[in-house]
């Protein structure tokens, strides 16, 4: 039987060291919550793939995606559909460890280090591409075994030949393609840009500032930069005398621009922002478990238990009312009747999520997760359709072409999508707000396309009921806290079980809802106080609003001629030879 020391051989220990930079990744977000470990996991994983090949440095780096979003995304096992929910699990983790699989082989074979180490009259096998410098039969443990690439000692002998500024701007162009490719995972196929690096900062406050110039994006930036930088230091050091004061210089000029970042963010916190008054909202939160949402028989009881506990908040004399996403049942004429004789007793604006139903000129019905604004007077005044729907959760891809993937998800049919934001004017109140359904909090430029000139607030109904009492509720909230950074406003969040919160316009969570027995996830209401932001010449919108993502898409830009100017340079004579 094979020994546990021949078995760990430096192929297996690479891989193992892939998947614990994975896990450093993960450790960054909820429900860990260590932010420093994503100042170290670009870092680790660079190290892992020094010197390989493209091909395996590709497979290291998605053994650290694939290991990152298995754990982070465990709550989608959750979900009560055994079978879709590891389905879903898997590919889309599987989708999502491309991403840094490519910013790892990228990021190597753009190495800008040209320049011979040693004695120049020699050869140098990493110009060339071969492998004549690695010997068949390694001996010390600078060299890599034959096959696996170059030993990272022979790239770190090249990093210290090549002088400070170019590894300074390779440590620049890696944070670039980070931001580049971060581009990419927002917006290819729908887009998916769920706990994206920098939002592993969000307690950061100072640092989270940053979003309201370049966007969370810009978060990734210095956390990939500084990184890089301290790989930088490390190489710096490796196999060869040298003080602190070398690893110091490395990383010298991205920690001053954090610290200065830093400064510069504590104090717009500081400056008050100018108010013209206040909003009190009543926000229900009814914890309907997902289970019962889809059962017919708990429909009435779960529509009384809402209307109690409206009458309950109502008692406190709130502006408005709020129902979260997935709380309202099918709408028939008693439950109508009821919600609107509500708002009409009490003389209460009410917002509440719902379906509906409209008929096509064909006889057929299209269905749309909606958000209704509902006057005091018992009259609906506004309609929100949501635009980002769920995949597997509100629509099945390509379900007329291949039929069983209906089989894969709980859902009866599939919604249409909506196409406009609408803003919920609240006539007599001076309130404007905007509505953002479910997991479209999640997406920077459609928030931002709801931000219009007078909203006041942003308004998130989301049902996290799906996930049980997981990490997903403090994941979905923290993508939040910089929409609120990103545009200017606070940002409410209703859900139906979960984190019912609001953000302030710097990203601080404020009044979080919790019962005594359950924490978050219990049942009742949160009375909460929203500033109304001062409107006109007096208000200025943060650049990012103004803007969008100007930061991200020079970094395309960026990435693309590092990129291009890499393999042209590269063709014929590779740093990292292709194939086995």
Known sequence: MPSLKSLLTPAVARYGMAGLAGLLFAGAFSPFEIAGLAWVAPALLLTVTAGQRGAVAFRLGYVTGAVRWLVSLYWLLLIPFPAGAVAGWLALCA????????????????????????DASQP????????????????????????????????????????????????????????AIEMVQARLASGFPWSLLGVSQHAILPLVQVASIAGVHGIAFLVVWFSVALFCAAARLWGRPATHRDAWAEILVPLLVVILTGVWGYSRMMRPLPERGTA????????????????????????????????????????????????????????????FELARAHGVWLVLGADDVEEREDGGLDIYNSAFLIGPGGRVEGVYRKQRLVIFGEYVPLDDWIPFMRHLTPIPGGFEAGDKPVPFRLEGTGVETSVLICFEDVFPRSARGHVLEGTDFLLNLTNDGWFRQSAAHWQHAYNAVFRAVENGVPLVRCTNNGLTCWIDARGRIREVFRTEGEGIYGAGFLIATIPLPERGAALERPFYHRHGDVFGWCCVGIGAWIAGVGFMKRKGRHLLPEGE
């Open 95 to 118: 989708y999502l460890a491309l991403y840094p699989a490519l910013w790892v082989w990228l990021c190597w074979r753009c190495f800008p280090f040209t320049g011979k180490s040693g």
């Open 124 to 179: 140098d096998s990493m110009e060339t591409g071969e492998l004549r410098s690695v010997p068949r039969n390694a001996g010390d443990a600078g060299d890599a075994p034959a096959g696996s690439g170059v030993s990272p000692g022979r790239v770190f002998e090249r990093m210290h030949a090549a002088g400070w500024l170019r590894r300074g701007g390779w440590a620049l162009g890696c944070a670039v393609l980070w931001v």
């Open 280 to 339: 009190r909202l009543a926000l229900i939160q009814p914890s309907v478990p997902q289970t019962l949402i889809f059962d017919s028989t708990e429909t009435t009881n779960r529509f009384d238990r809402l209307m109690e506990l409206s009458e309950e908040a109502l008692e406190s004399g709130p502006d408005v009312l709020i129902w979260p996403e997935a709380a309202m049942p099918p709408w028939n004429e008693d439950r109508a009747k009821r919600v």
